[in-house]
């Protein structure tokens, strides 16, 4: 046995030069695979084998993309490169760039993924993976969610949803007196909010409830390590999602049978499933198949798609907007007159779509805070195939770019650093059209946001009902304000206020 023993360390150590020089070679052509896709671009001068610097990602986000916007600005051609467990990253900082990235997205050049993961996360079947016709197809068919007349519908469901959760927020600010952080509460809000805008009465309390706990994996899930094995954060992501999907789905299979039975619409997925239920009868009566994206559990990943987009986008701008009009007491002074202007707390009403069209300052504000500090920094895409950027760097096949609409934010707009609402609102300057190509907070090309309008709707009606019943301080301290991805980005401290009722009764319709 002892002999055994000793034979095996003896193979074990012969063995030793070779996986020595096994390792050093996977090295070596793993950086030299690095280099010839990076090219002349600033990056790394030598990257950890696989890993790359995910590591760093993980451990410090802000830091970690404001080093790669560093060397991208510093390298004066607007790009880096870095390397992310095994992918080729190329960071795109230069606004008409990131234009170009957004106009060309098509089998041939980009994809847009979403997130590095993505299709493992959020599964093939969904609105951002499609192209050309197929796509152009599901557009028109989302459309009728986003009509003003759907729009009008949601205003009254968002204004019940916020002023309950104000209600909590009074609550429990009373219980200790100390400074409220409200992103977490926000996040709530906006789930809640999102749930019942898009699935209305399909969704039980018991839907809602495991509802919030997958959705909460599912967020853990999009900050984590990308291990799909059983016990790690990144797999409960994606079994939660596929549950979030199935249950989404019934909720438009009981839709379909409300709007074939002739029913009004009540939220989004009605909007949406009038038509398609006309569709799907029409192909019937002549005998042929149903039209595509008409199946339950592909309308429920769609509507996933959109519960994604609104819910930590929306928490990110508006714990960005308490921060700005705490910080700009003449600007929050102009939103409250504004808003007493056309509607009072006391009228016992909900603010209608008509008067939220005449919010033109709120308006304006809602969008320089999406400009000032847009929500999804950076959206990845993946080139197909070898793409020429510019005329002396062609993207690799298989590379993931990052065009990032935050540094595009602080381009071509005059003094970009400050927050000034009325670059969007002076008839003189118009800056959302003069620097319409910087304004990437949305996206742009084929795949710009389409419930771009719902979104800044939802900031409009919660700035307007937060000002007119709360009085409100920032608990500021020192970094309060640096910027957290979770995954959007955050204030540091979470936005901790101090509130007060401001208004004789809170408001109930």
């Known amino acids: 046995m002892a002999a055994e023993s000793v034979s095996g360390f003896l193979d074990i150590r012969a063995a030793a030069p070779f996986l020595v020089a096994a390792v ?10 690095y280099h010839r896709k990076k090219g002349p671009l600033s990056g790394p001068a030598l990257v950890v084998p696989f890993l790359g610097s995910v590591a760093p990602m993980i451990r410090d986000p802000t830091g970690f993309w404001d080093t790669q916007a560093k060397r991208a600005k510093e390298s004066g051609v607007g790009l880096a490169a870095d390397y992310l467990v095994g992918r080729y990253i190329v960071f795109i900082r230069d606004s008409e760039l990131s234009q170009r990235v957004f106009a060309n997205v098509r089998p041939d050049a980009f994809h847009l993924i979403g997130h590095p993961f993505g ?19 599901l557009r028109r ?23 309950a959760h104000l209600r909590r927020w009074l609550d429990q600010q009373s219980d200790d007196g100390g400074a409220f952080p409200i992103r977490v509460p926000c996040r709530d809000m906006n789930l809640e909010t999102s749930q019942t805008v898009f699935a209305g009465p399909y969704l039980t309390k018991e839907a809602r409830r495991r509802f919030e706990h997958d959705y909460n994996l599912f967020n853990v899930g999009l900050m984590a390590m990308p291990v799909d094995l059983p016990g790690f954060a990144f797999r409960r992501a994606r079994q939660g999602v596929a549950r979030l999907v199935r249950t989404l789905g019934e909720c438009a299979r009981e839709s379909k049978a409300r ?11 009605d909007y949406w499933m009038q038509d398609t239920v ?14 595509a994206h008409t199946d339950d559990e ?14 930590d986008a929306s928490t990110s701008s508006l714990c960005w907007a308490v921060s700005a009009l705490d910080s700009h007491p003449d600007v929050l002074a102009r939103v409250r007159d504004e808003v007493a202007a056309v509607w009072s707390p006391d009228s016992g009403e909900p603010i209608t779509a008509e008067q939220v069209l005449a919010l033109k300052y709120t308006q304006a504000v809602a969008r320089e805070v999406v400009r000032h500090r847009p929500p999804a920094t950076m959206v990845p895409h993946i080139a197909g195939e070898p793409f020429q950027l510019t005329e002396w760097y062609t993207v690799p096949k298989g590379a993931i770019v990052f065009p990032s609409v935050y540094e595009s934010s602080f381009q071509g707009f005059p003094d970009a650093d400050a927050f000034d609402p009325d670059r969007f609102f002076s008839e003189a ?11 990437l907070a949305f996206g742009a090309g084929p795949h710009q946001c389409v419930g771009q309008r719902y979104a800044l709707n939802h900031l409009v009606l919660f700035m307007a009902l937060f000002v007119s019943v709360m009085d409100f301080r920032r608990d500021k301290t020192d970094g309060c304000d640096d910027i957290l991805y979770m995954p959007t980005i955050v204030p540091k401290d979470g936005c901790a206020v101090y509130l007060k009722q401001r208004c004789a009764k809170l408001p109930s319709f």
């Open 24 to 33: 050093a070679f996977y090295f070596l052509v793993e950086q030299l695979s």
């Open 119 to 137: 299709k493992k996360l959020f599964g093939d079947h969904n609105l951002i993976y499609m192209f050309g016709e197929d796509h152009k197809d």
């Open 141 to 163: 068919r989302i459309a009728p969610n986003f009509t003003p007349r759907a729009l009008s519908t949601y205003t009254a469901i968002q204004q019940r949803v916020i002023l």
């Open 259 to 269: 709007m074939r039975a002739g029913g009004e619409p009540e939220c989004l997925v």
């Open 278 to 291: 006309r569709e799907i009868d029409e192909a019937a009566a002549a005998g042929r198949p149903a039209p």
């Open 298 to 311: 592909e309308i429920g990943g769609f509507l996933f798609d959109f519960l994604f987009a609104a819910q």
């Open 429 to 439: 300057r118009r800056e959302d059209v003069a620097f319409k190509r910087n304004f």
